[in-house]
């Protein structure tokens, strides 16, 4: 694997990645943060006997096309060989309402037919356990695969000839051949009607969940291909929001910046809920916002951490997986992140402000009230306490503390949305209460983190450092767009940070030295804090050289390589394709200018 040049497909309960090839890639099974069954993302130099994925066999064969069907999240792959034989693979995971609730297994759906001529082919299944260290057992039946090892058994029931799967060899594909891969449970059907018939439900749930998003005129397939993703990142069962699907993905080349990002981060679900909200895909935020009031009732005797597990775990070891090489063998593979456990005060301002929208929003089902309310002041009595203590920051800084701007300022927009909500209830008392904190903290920020000398607020309190987090100061509505000293922190954020057309998260060496890449999120940032501030041209010029960076399916990793433009980071990363709707929505014309 030498390249992100990959397609996601999902259902908000199981995700995969396919590379060019319809190679399955990467597929944790059953659920996002699960044991890998395609490993071959991970696994540095692959070899033709190995194992870790799921392939399809036409050889002397060139890509023609590789894109999503219209407003869905189904993949189709095609390819000719010299002769004008030809195929087609479908990929997808069914997703649809059936019997009064969705319908989404842990399941990935393949479809190869063929297009033209006479094409000849050959099926690998080659699934791995224990993040790559065996490849799974196989028990046969008559039309159906079971492979075992792993904590959760997946069956291939297919049309195909058994023997053509587990002895690899070539034939001759007549019309089509279709693999159901999930629970190892019986189907009820044949395989090829099944798979029909979810492809057909699967893209009619897709193009009616596209059709009801409030998009901008411009970039509206930009927004689209964006907001399916977030919601493919979403897990249905417990709400919680993943960063990313990927783990260990470097940051930069031999950097050792490997994280996990299997995980729901309070910080980055905020912005995620936030976007598709104002889409007008209310869901994932009423089942994102029963996810975090169980964790602030499950915290009561304890820190709010700043990342939890899908199903709200607290503890999140995290170890290595000597098994697998690292993507383009740059190890090490990280599962687990230790982020758990760190300091990070901003996850107060998070969790409130992602909740904020519940109380004014008279669309929700279950509309706030005055119980969430008791529930959040909780997590404003905590912010009151901690802007001033020092932290790991927004950037996870794991060798030191300090008092971070962006944490204290978080822990202000904690209060001021308080008093916002209780304005909203009619809670007189708890407004004043909520409004005077929020003027306190307010005013020591302004005084502890704006440096004089270089004309700009600064990370930290008596810094003289910027990062990239303070371009969020009036997105959060800290300060006024017209404020002069958001105007002169955008220009010194840029004056410092800016790599080629992208912008670093800060500039100074932290435990693994300096910072190589540019945070793609940081560069949406500067664009919209760009827009906000009257350079909305220069903003609408830099937008389009970031999604020259997409990759040829529209998704963005975590960083780019200032000079050669390369994507390096977990994929899709979710904080990107955040800022990809945001920015599309600030900087398109109105509809009512369009035509």
């Known amino acids: 694997m030498n390249t992100l040049d990959l397609g996601l497909i999902g259902n908000s309960r199981t995700n995969a990645l396919i590379d060019k090839n319809a190679s399955i890639v990467w597929w944790c099974y059953p659920y996002f943060d699960s044991d890998p069954l395609c490993s071959a993302l991970l696994q540095g130099e692959r070899k033709e006997d190995g194992h870790g994925s799921i392939d399809v066999v036409f050889e002397h064969s ?11 999240a189904i993949l189709v792959t095609r390819f000719q060989d010299d002769a004008g034989n030809a195929i087609e693979v479908t990929d997808f995971a069914p997703r649809f309402r059936l019997h009064g609730r969705m319908f989404s297994p842990s399941m990935l759906v393949r479809i190869v037919r063929r297009t033209a001529g006479r094409p000849r082919i050959a099926l690998r299944v080659r699934p791995s356990v224990d993040y790559g260290r065996a490849r799974a057992e196989t028990r046969c039946g008559a039309h159906h695969i079971s492979y075992v090892g792993s ?42 009607e099944v798979g029909r018939s979810f492809h057909e439900q699967t893209l009619g749930y897709w193009r009616n969940w596209v059709r009801n998003l409030a ?10 291909r964006a907001a399916i993703t977030l919601k493919l990142n979403a897990f249905d069962d417990s709400g919680a929001v993943i960063a990313a699907v ?89 599962v687990g992140n230790s982020a758990y456990f760190q300091v990070q005060n901003d996850v107060f301002g998070a969790a409130v402000m992602a909740s904020t929208h ?34 790991a920051g927004i950037w996870e800084l794991r060798g030191q503390k300090r008092v971070h701007t962006f944490s204290s300022m978080m822990c202000w927009a904690a209060c001021d949305r308080l008093a916002t909500i209780a304005a909203r209830l009619g809670l007189n008392e708890r407004a004043a209460y909520w409004g005077g904190h929020a003027q306190e903290i307010h005013r020591v920020i302004c005084e502890s983190a704006w440096n004089e000398e270089l004309g700009s607020f600064v990370s930290t309190f008596g810094g003289d450092r910027l990062d990239a987090s303070l371009l969020l100061m009036g997105e959060f509505q800290f300060l006024a767009a017209d404020d002069p000293r958001f105007a002169s922190t955008v220009h010194a954020t840029e004056k410092h940070l800016k790599r080629g057309e992208f912008l670093l998260r800060y500039d100074e060496e932290d435990d693994f030295g300096l910072p190589e890449t540019a ?6 940032w500067w664009i919209l804090a760009l827009a906000q501030i009257g350079e909305k041209e220069r903003a609408r010029s830099l937008f389009e050289k970031v999604l020259d960076r997409r990759n040829h399916l529209g998704l963005l990793s975590e960083d780019v390589a200032p000079e050669s433009g390369e994507m390096w980071g977990n994929f899709p990363q979710t904080y990107s394709m955040v800022g990809l709707i945001q920015c599309a929505a600030r900087l398109s014309i109105s509809w009512d200018d369009a035509y």
């Open 151 to 192: 904590a959760q058994a997946m069956r291939l029931t297919t049309d195909a000839a058994i023997t053509a799967i587990t002895d690899e060899k070539p034939f001759f594909l007549q019309d089509s051949v279709t693999l159901l891969m999930g629970p190892d449970e019986t189907v009820a059907g044949s395989a090829r």
């Open 215 to 224: 998009i901008p005129f411009e970039w509206q397939d930009v927004t689209i």
């Open 246 to 334: 990927t783990t260990s993905i470097p940051e930069a080349p031999h950097s050792r910046r490997n994280w996990d990002y299997r995980f729901c981060w309070l910080r980055d679900a905020y912005f995620v809920v936030n976007a598709l909200n104002s889409l007008g895909a209310t869901g994932t935020m009423e089942r994102y916002l029963d996810y975090i009031l169980n964790i602030i009732t499950d915290s009561r005797d304890a820190p709010l951490q700043p990342v939890y597990g899908i199903r709200r775990e607290a503890v999140l070891e995290e170890r290595e997986e000597p098994h697998l090489a690292g993507y383009r063998g740059m190890g090490p593979v990280r």
């Open 358 to 391: 519940a109380f004014f929003d008279t669309r929700m089902e279950r509309p706030a009230g005055h119980q969430m309310f008791q529930d959040l002041e909780r997590l404003g009595e905590q912010a009151i306490l901690n802007y001033n203590v020092p932290d």
């Open 62 to 72: 060139r890509l023609v096309e590789q894109r999503y069907e219209r407003n869905s």
């Open 519 to 524: 945070f793609l999120v940081c560069t949406l």
